[in-house]
């Protein structure tokens, strides 16, 4: 199936139009047929052909955008009687303005004047814009002229409309939201691209709602693939659906209230400047039309802040209008997760990484910008993961940036240990602040591909394998540690077990063993452990109070305190009284 919409000034034979090409009332209301006057949207087909016809009446030109926001093609109709006129231009730079590419240029009304001066005149006002060269026809809905020689155009245009892919996600903007007893609520909308199920379930701005039944073109169907003209029998949480709420595929689309985006006044060439933006205009997008702030960042770009959160990705189309003048600017999406502006000059800085950007989704441009990203943010902003991206659980990481990130982790673990020979490794946490990476699992990814040891939550510098021999007598007094954490060894029990200074050195230097003084060694995570223990004492407390706390001795407190002094996770107040520094 292929979707079409109409556009055109008011009373200029649209409706009447699909009337004789569908022999179907596109007029929907009473109102509608009483007065002669398209208001609200309505909906015919013929074959593999829909309709959506729009009103043309500038009072409506909110449901106008809406029917022609989420259509490929249209059918831009002037009338011979009364040519170009006010509604026609607007329809036009509409129409060019969502980058619409395919149409027809049709002159109804041929029974009642001449239309070769209206077709000479359509053929130039549409020179410029994305309908430039679109095939013309004169037609007479009265006479029954034209007609076939339109079907047949209308056939070779649908032929030429890009197809989509069945696979594809889902995002339907609703354009009806209605309520049939015994049935529920219905939606109904235009499926560009994917397919949908009886039994599916959709996400929606107040949750998820399960189809219940679906038809398409008035015919019950089981599972229909875009394009297609739908009906939806749904059930959930509907309370938030209305015209422009969109259905959409769970968990594959990013909502976002914020986008930067690239401006396009209607039929300007890329290198002319647009005009003057105001701050507050209506982003149209789909059926939707949400109030935006609009930042000026260049002139060509510009930062949109929504009302309300939005189903985007790079490269939509939108439309922002200005209420009041009536202009319009189109947009082409270019990043639906933009940085914060906050410091001086962050904004001319965005201007310029902008002009780099296309607005077609560049899984690979997009992972070198950002560094990393998580792999689902990526797929729901439209682009494809690279397949040279490094992965780290639910991260896609640049190749470069990866090999940035190693070099820093090395350089900055290499430095602690320099400056803290007696405790050379740090906390995972602390790596992670100081490489400014968003999740931890990064850090442990990054230290499994460097020589870093990683356990118990600490960082260290890996050193060569112990001696055989040597690693079991370590063994041997980790083991004794186990049981008695704070009970360092003494002098006879390490010559009992044969180790001597050298030994404990590279048993600390393995990331096995901590030597507090001489002769004073536990095992890595005492520390810790032992400023836990010490924050549930009194504080302040002694080294007596302390030595109790731990079950240990005066040989191994008093270290131990110097130690965390040097850490920081202690402070002395005086000579005698000490507190645990709280972590934030």
Do not use: Y
């Not at 130039?124 to 047949?152: F, M, N, Q």
């Not at 006044?265 to 890329?270: D, F, H, R, V």
């Not at 995972?428 to 999740?439: C, I, K, N, Y």
């Amino acid at each position: 199936m292929r979707v079409i919409a109409t556009a055109g000034h008011v009373d200029h034979g649209k409706s009447t139009l699909l009337r004789a090409l569908t022999g179907m009332e596109p007029d929907r209301w009473e109102e509608e047929r009483r007065r002669g006057l398209t208001i609200d949207l309505g909906f015919v087909w013929s074959g593999d052909l829909a309709f959506v016809d729009v009103p043309g009446h500038e009072r409506f030109i909110t449901n106008m955008l809406a029917g022609v926001g989420p259509v490929p093609a249209v059918l831009l109709v002037v009338a011979a009687d009364e040519g170009w006129q006010v509604q026609t231009q607007e329809h036009l730079d509409i129409v060019d303005a969502l980058g619409i590419r395919h149409g027809l240029l049709v002159v109804t009304r041929s029974d009642l004047a001449d239309p070769a001066p209206a077709l000479a005149e359509a053929a130039e006002k549409v020179a410029g814009t994305g309908l430039e060269g679109a095939p013309a026809l004169a037609v007479s809905a009265v006479t029954g002229d034209g007609i076939e020689p339109l079907r047949a155009a209308l056939s070779r245009l649908a032929a030429a409309l890009p197809g989509s892919g069945d696979q594809d996600d889902v995002r339907i903007w609703a354009d009806r939201v209605f309520t049939v007893e015994g049935r529920g609520t219905v939606v109904t909308g235009t499926l560009g691209a994917g397919t949908i199920s009886v039994g599916d379930t959709l996400q929606v701005p107040e949750g998820t709602v399960r189809i219940r039944g679906l038809h398409s073109l008035q015919t019950p169907r089981d599972q229909v693939t875009g394009p297609a003209r739908v009906a939806l029998n749904v059930r959930g949480d509907t309370a938030g659906l209305r015209r422009g709420a969109a259905l959409v595929t769970p968990g594959c689309w990013l909502t976002t209230v914020t986008a930067d985006v690239r401006l396009r006044p209607p039929g300007a060439s890329p290198a002319a400047p647009p005009d003057r933006i105001p701050r507050t205009m209506t982003w149209h997008i789909g059926a939707a039309a949400v109030p935006a702030q609009v930042r000026r960042l260049d002139d060509r770009h510009a930062r949109i802040t929504l009302a309300e959160g939005l189903p985007l990705r790079v490269g939509d189309r939108a439309l922002l209008r200005d209420p009041g003048s009536r202009r319009i600017w189109g947009a082409d999406v270019l990043d639906v997760r933009p940085p914060r502006l906050g410091r001086r000059g962050a904004a001319r800085q965005r201007a310029e990484e902008l002009r780099g950007m296309d607005a077609t989704p560049d899984g690979a441009a997009e992972l070198r910008r950002r560094g990393l990203i998580r792999h689902t943010d990526l797929v729901a902003m439209g682009a494809r993961p690279p397949e040279k991206a490094v992965r780290a659980g639910e991260w896609l990481v640049d190749p470069d940036h990866w090999s940035a990130l190693k070099d820093r982790l090395m350089k900055t673990l290499t430095a602690h240990a320099a400056a803290h020979p007696q405790d050379p490794g740090l906390p995972a946490e602390t790596v992670r602040q100081a490489l400014g990476l968003p999740d931890r699992a990064l850090v442990a990814a990054l230290a499994a591909q460097t020589r870093l040891r990683h356990a118990r939550g600490r960082l260290t510098m890996a050193a060569p394998a112990l001696p055989p021999e040597t690693a079991r007598r370590v063994a041997a007094l980790r083991r004794d540690l186990e049981q008695e954490p704070f009970a360092a060894p003494t002098a006879e029990r390490l010559e009992a077990l044969g180790l001597r200074s050298r030994d404990l050195a590279a048993a600390e230097a393995a990331g096995l063993l901590v030597r507090l003084a001489p002769g004073v060694v536990l095992r890595p995570g005492a520390l810790e452990d032992a400023a836990e223990i010490l924050a549930g004492l009194p504080q302040p407390f002694t080294a007596a109070q302390a030595r109790q706390a731990l079950r240990s001795t005066r040989r191994v407190v008093i270290p131990l305190l110097e130690h965390l002094d040097r850490l920081g996770r202690t402070r002395r107040q005086d000579d005698s009284l000490r507190q645990v520094v709280r972590r934030a």
